[in-house]
């Protein structure tokens, strides 16, 4: 039997305790309702953006999507295979759980990038869109740069940059891990 960490660079985390492999961009982070709770905000101006935030499409328009519920968390992934599908030095993702996210006009096709993921994008434009996990089921990550604001959604960490770009300099002082977060 093939070891899919050899046969994948390396590229995948085995969890402790199940022996199972993942080769995601992060997982668990702040709940966003959660910290919208926290703290003074305008409850009516953080549930507006919220509703703006969990819009989106690809670049002709022909697909749109919507989230309902709270993301699980954002991060801003370095892999080699995001930059690859993306044509982008790294891409901010964000978790939502796999029945959050409808689809109102059009559909993803699947690409299968490699053993259990699959990264949805446009067929007309080519927008990338979506990446799951076979082993995160409930699960599915969207670009967030296809948001209708992405600006609210930033990462809330980087993950993969043994695989980061050398000229991309960040100083966000954001949580950084080597390979994804688990
Ligand atoms: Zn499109
Ligand atoms: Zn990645």
Same mark, same amino acid.
């Given at each position: 039997m093939i070891d899919p960490v050899e046969a994948h660079g390396g590229r995948y985390e085995r969890q402790q305790g199940d022996g199972a492999f993942y080769s995601r961009h992060a997982r668990i982070f702040v709940c966003c309702k959660a910290r919208a709770r926290d703290g003074a905000r305008n409850d009516a101006e953080a549930r507006a953006k919220e509703v703006a935030m969990l819009k989106g499409g690809c670049l002709c328009g022909k697909i749109r999507y919507e989230i309902k519920g709270a993301p699980i968390g954002t991060t801003a992934c370095h892999c080699v295979d995001c930059r690859r599908a993306s044509g982008a030095p790294f891409v901010g993702w964000m978790s939502v759980a796999r029945d959050a996210l409808r689809f109102v006009a059009g559909a993803t096709r699947i690409y299968v990038s490699s053993v259990g993921v699959e990264r949805g994008f446009c067929p007309e434009c080519g927008t990338p869109l979506t990446y799951r996990s076979a082993a995160? @089921?409930? /699960? !599915?990550? !969207? @670009?967030?740069?296809?948001?209708?604001? &992405?600006?609210? @959604?930033? &990462?809330? /960490?980087?993950?993969?940059?043994s695989q980061q770009l050398d000229w991309v300099r960040l100083a966000d002082g954001l949580p950084r891990y080597p390979r994804s977060r688990i």
């Open positions: 995160f @089921a409930d /699960e !599915i990550d !969207i @670009a967030t740069g296809t948001l209708d604001e &992405p600006g609210n @959604a930033p &990462p809330q /960490e980087h993950t993969w940059t």
